[in-house]
């Protein structure tokens, strides 16, 4: 015989949902003012009053919202959890319900969000006057409040809410008044919620906070006539508190974006001095780009970190041509600025005010609509992971340099769903897609910020044009032939000490080139391997044991084994079969172009047997081209991806050109060769300037034209990024 019995929730439960869901006083205070919004209240007030004697301290929030009817009194804000303002459909999702006079979509879903008054008092006394809002057939349909005739208050202590009694047991009761003369709403509906016997002291730090919290709880896109929060301490913690405003209009870089649907993004940009004109500015207007290719290696990463078998992963790559994004339109706005003292001098007077600004403003928020989603933004909250970014590559901003902002319509982002604890979304494939969007916005951002960055540190610092170490020596030599030495003896020694100087030189730079190299490739060898260690112990362990997959994740592991074991023979100044060498570079990375479906092509002259290069920088060099461009074809949909690697005689020295016909070089020559120059998500940024490097000493690295491939006859099918390296030295 079965049993059956119901859960009986102890009335601590509710203490429990304002206790641990809410974190803070400042975010009750949100939640509170999120209830306000979504009642539609034009403004909500709250008013501290002798918040430095604990005793008597006391917090009004009050509003003119449409109040709380009996019956929602009853059915609705006494039963936790209540999905009154997300109400879902047959097939689970949610209908959008929006407010009757502003047309708001509720912020408040999950029906726990009053009992963050728990947080802030143990005693609260609520006093509402409902309204009928009624839409109006012979005024142009607008909608108008009938103000209902009577005022609820009701009171509630929660130290009653102990841990031996259940919730059941405690009564909730209130008064409904309908003598007018005493009604605290006299003229209009709303709704006052009274906090007393407060849990904790408030200090000047804690009142600051929550203003800074309180100033940007609404999106800068607002209406502040149609919603404004009103803060009062009765007291001078808020003077002095500074003003954005003026800072934004000053930022040396401002950026927008808008990604729509089908993932087309469009960039605005700006990068100009008010003090200092004559460094020059930098203006994009209107410039778009489709990143869902972008997306494909992020999804393809997160997917094998998961242990995703190749077939899924390409399902999911191939899906994501068919759907829109998830979440909507999205709009980002970024004011970033500079902050050591050549750079303030530039576009400030008033340096202190900037940083004060930024103490009280930096990072990156989330709106939906009028209302932010916390926590993101928030000191401390490296959500994008652009201060982890900026202690690995310092080309990177940080989040204290930058005042940012992302926008969301309500409406199309349902998928992204708010965690209960008020902490962010919940982290699902949703969000996942969301923030992919999101960082490639603002890695977008960081390639065109560190190019004017970098303008702008070489005007102040009146940087000369990079001398090569040969040019240095040789212009030192020209210099001791010009002068008149009366004894030729020490001119021949100066001459011969710099013929030393340049022989050590050019021997140092051998030395460090090789582990730069060697490091380089095995750093993307070891990272492939540790991501495929776990997919193999999955595939060992697996019963049954399918030999086949076995077989695959032996041959993937030792084309990454081979490729580190290729740069580390030594090599020495000898001839190396150029064929041979390359045929070996790009076996490396077999297993890599056959899951990506990219179909390798070489044409060798055979003419041309051995070149004289070192075999380890050789093969460096072709595997860093042929890794890039593997990556930048699988950020593009297309049947026929592929390289194309041909050798052939130019004036009679060898040259290999490498082409590709993925989307192609975006930066000029010189910002592609710039070290730790990148935009790749995970990039180095050393790869091309180690090949141009290595290039210096056997001949000569260049990027090609499109226009340029027709007199070499490479295929027209090849028709993105090209590469050519002509051996022309040493020879």
Not at 132 to 161: A, H, M, P, R
Request: aromatic share 10%.
């Amino acid at each position: 015989m079965g049993n059956e019995k119901h859960f009986k929730p102890k009335a601590h439960i509710l203490r429990l949902l304002g206790e641990e869901l809410i974190k803070s006083p400042i975010m009750a205070i949100y939640e509170l003012v999120k209830n306000s919004y979504d009642a539609d209240s034009s403004y909500v007030n709250v008013a501290f009053s002798n918040i430095q004697n604990i005793g008597s301290a006391r917090v009004k929030i009050e509003d003119n919202g449409t109040g709380l009817t009996s019956e929602v009194i009853e059915n609705v804000w006494l039963e936790p959890g209540t999905d009154h303002r997300k109400p879902i459909d047959e097939e689970g999702n949610r209908i959008i319900n929006r407010s009757p006079i502003f047309n708001r979509v509720p912020m408040g879903e999950k029906g726990v969000g009053r009992f963050a008054v728990h947080k802030l008092g143990n005693t609260i006394k609520l006093i509402t006057r409902p309204a009928n809002v009624i839409k109006c057939l012979d005024d142009e349909g607008k909608w108008k409040k009938y103000l209902l005739d009577y005022e609820i208050t009701l009171t509630i202590d929660w130290k009653s809410f102990s841990q031996s009694k259940y919730l059941e047991d405690i009564p909730i009761s209130w008064v409904t008044n309908t003598d007018k003369s005493k009604f605290h709403f006299k003229e209009d509906s709303g709704t006052l919620i009274e906090v007393t016997s407060l849990k904790e002291p408030w200090t000047r730090r804690m009142a600051r906070s929550l203003n800074r919290n309180v100033v940007s709880m609404v999106s800068p896109k607002s209406d502040l006539r149609i919603f404004k929060i009103n803060l009062d301490f009765g007291n001078n913690w808020l003077e002095g508190f500074p003003d954005a405003t003026e800072v934004l209009k000053i930022a040396p870089y401002h950026y927008t974006a808008i990604l729509d649907e089908n993932y087309n993004l469009e960039v605005d940009y700006e990068f100009k001095l008010n003090l200092n004109p004559e460094i020059g500015e930098n203006i994009i207007k209107g410039e778009k780009e489709n990143i869902k290719g972008l997306l494909r290696p992020k999804i393809r990463d997160r997917m094998q970190e998961d242990m995703v078998e190749v077939s899924e992963i390409n399902a999911a790559l191939e899906n994501l041509e068919k759907v829109k994004n998830p979440f909507g339109n999205i709009m980002v706005e970024i004011h970033s600025y500079d902050m050591d003292s050549d750079s303030f001098k530039d576009y400030t007077y008033d340096s202190k005010t900037v940083k004060s600004v930024l103490k009280e403003n930096s990072g990156i928020k989330v709106f939906k609509d009028d209302m932010r989603v916390f926590n993101y933004g928030e000191p401390g909250n490296d959500w994008l992971n652009i201060d982890i970014e900026r202690v690995q590559n310092k080309k990177w901003f940080s989040n204290n340099q930058v005042i940012g902002t992302v926008y969301l319509d309500s409406i199309s982002s349902t998928k992204l769903i708010e965690k209960t604890n008020r902490e962010g979304f919940v982290e699902d494939y949703y969000f996942s897609i969301f923030y992919d969007c999101i960082r490639l916005i603002i890695e977008d951002f960081k390639v065109r910020r560190q190019k004017d960055r970098e303008k702008w540190l070489a005007f102040n610092h009146k940087e000369t044009p990079q001398k090569y170490y040969q040019d240095q020596t040789s212009l030192f030599n020209e210099l001791i032939d010009s002068t008149d030495f009366s004894d030729e003896e020490k001119k021949q020694k100066l001459k011969k000490e710099a013929e030393n100087l340049q022989k050590d030189f050019e021997e140092k730079k051998d030395t460090l080139l090789i582990p730069a190299g060697v490091g380089m490739t095995a750093s993307v060898a070891l990272h492939e391997i540790e991501k495929l260690v776990p997919r193999m112990k999955e595939v060992v362990n697996a019963n049954p044991f399918i030999p086949a997959l076995g077989n695959e994740k032996v041959d993937e592991l030792d084309d990454y084994v081979q490729g580190i074991l290729s740069v580390l023979r030594k090599g020495g100044s000898k001839p190396i079969n150029l064929n041979e060498c390359i045929e070996k570079a790009v076996s490396n990375y077999s297993y890599k172009l056959k899951t990506r479906k990219i179909e390798p092509a070489t044409d060798f002259d055979n003419s041309i047997e051995t070149i004289k290069c070192d075999k380890r920088y050789f093969i460096t060099m072709i595997m860093n081209i042929i890794d890039n461009s593997i990556y930048w074809l699988d950020t593009i949909h297309k049947q026929d991806k592929g390289i194309y690697i041909k050798t052939y005689l130019r004036n009679e020295f060898p040259v290999v050109t490498i082409v590709d016909n993925g989307p192609g070089f975006k930066d000029a020559i010189t910002d592609l060769v710039r070290p730790f120059f990148s935009r790749k998500d995970d990039g180095i940024g050393i790869g091309l300037y180690l090949i141009d490097t290595i290039m210096m000493k056997y001949g000569k690295f260049e990027i090609l034209e499109n226009s340029e491939l027709d007199d070499i006859e490479v295929p027209e099918k090849y028709r993105g990024a090209a590469i050519r390296l002509t051996f022309n030295k040493n020879q």
